[in-house]
């Protein structure tokens, strides 16, 4: 009964409203993907570096070629389905859906198995126009390849001129290195709801005089503005009862004692600037020029 009322569509329904019912999946289905090649498109364009453009473009005809083995299934199996339906077989229907399904899974999973497997080779194969002594995949997200990178690092360096005493730990001041320590917490905290649209900067750090420090430790006292660009990403910092700043202070005051070697009290506040980064004038202000 379920099986005639759809091929119903086929044999009764009006041409007009056969085509509505039968098209408007598809454009549905083609308007997301206009909606994701504009995102995408958008975030790529952002890129100012030729060596992520480079990546951008060359992971496209891998995947335009996944594709078209995918399509080979789909549209294939959608062709034998339509002239089956035409002839009122039903039972070749449904094995023509589902042999087209089944053979579009195996096909993805094949292809990732081999990419997996494969890797080196087709990275090797993609930036042949380099001449690369070694290639190495690396995952930021699990550290997956850092050991042998680093290995591979150190067996190439050479040994270079002594800029800085062997004591030096960096040569920025040390309110760099504290807003770095917010921003470093900031970024780990929230890296999947704010982008790194984020700065920071410390705008007071003096130490207390020694008479009203108790227990005889030292005392610094450091004040620091988080810039972020949207009011929505301003609460996502702060957080509900200002729960997610307390954290982020908290374990960057603890980096600073650990670095300062003194006490820390450290109070942050979170302000919206927004297009900050696009502004030459913001960036001279907050000291990225």
Not at 77 to 88: E, I, K, N, P
Not at 227 to 245: S, T
Request: net charge negative; aromatic share 6%.
């Amino acid at each position: 009964m379920q099986d005639a009322r759809k091929t119903s569509l086929f044999e009764t329904m009006p041409i007009p409203r056969a085509v509505l019912a039968l098209s408007v999946p598809t454009v549905l289905s083609s308007l997301v993907m206009v909606l994701y090649n504009l995102a995408d498109t958008y975030f790529v364009g952002m890129l100012d570096n030729p060596v992520q453009n480079s990546a951008v473009t060359l992971a496209a005809p891998v995947l335009l070629a996944f594709n078209a083995v995918n399509n080979l299934f789909g549209v294939g199996s959608s062709s034998m389905m339509s002239r089956a339906l035409g002839a009122g077989d039903l039972d070749t229907v449904r094995r023509s859906s589902a042999f087209g399904f089944y053979c579009a899974l195996i096909c993805g999973a094949l292809f990732s198995l081999l990419a997996t497997v494969l890797r080196a080779p087709l990275l090797a194969a993609l930036g042949a126009a380099y001449d690369f002594s070694h290639i190495v995949p690396i995952s930021a997200l699990t550290g997956e390849g850092v050991e042998e990178l680093l290995s591979i690092l150190l067996e190439s360096a050479q040994e270079g001129v002594h800029f800085f005493p062997d004591d030096a730990l960096t040569d920025q001041p040390e309110r760099v290195i504290c807003a770095e320590l917010i921003r470093e917490k900031l970024l780990t905290h929230l890296r999947e709801e704010v982008p790194h649209g984020v700065a920071v900067v410390v705008e007071e750090m003096k130490d207390r005089p020694a008479e009203s420090c108790r227990d005889g430790g030292p005392i610094t006292d450091i004040s620091a503005m988080i810039y972020c660009e949207r009011d929505g990403h301003k609460g996502m910092i702060i957080g509900k009862g200002g729960q997610m700043l307390k954290a982020i202070a908290s374990e960057a005051r603890q980096d600073m004692e650990s670095f300062l070697g003194v006490r820390v009290n450290l109070q942050c506040r979170v302000k919206t600037r927004e297009a900050w980064k696009s502004s030459e004038f913001q960036l001279r202000n907050l000291g990225f020029r």
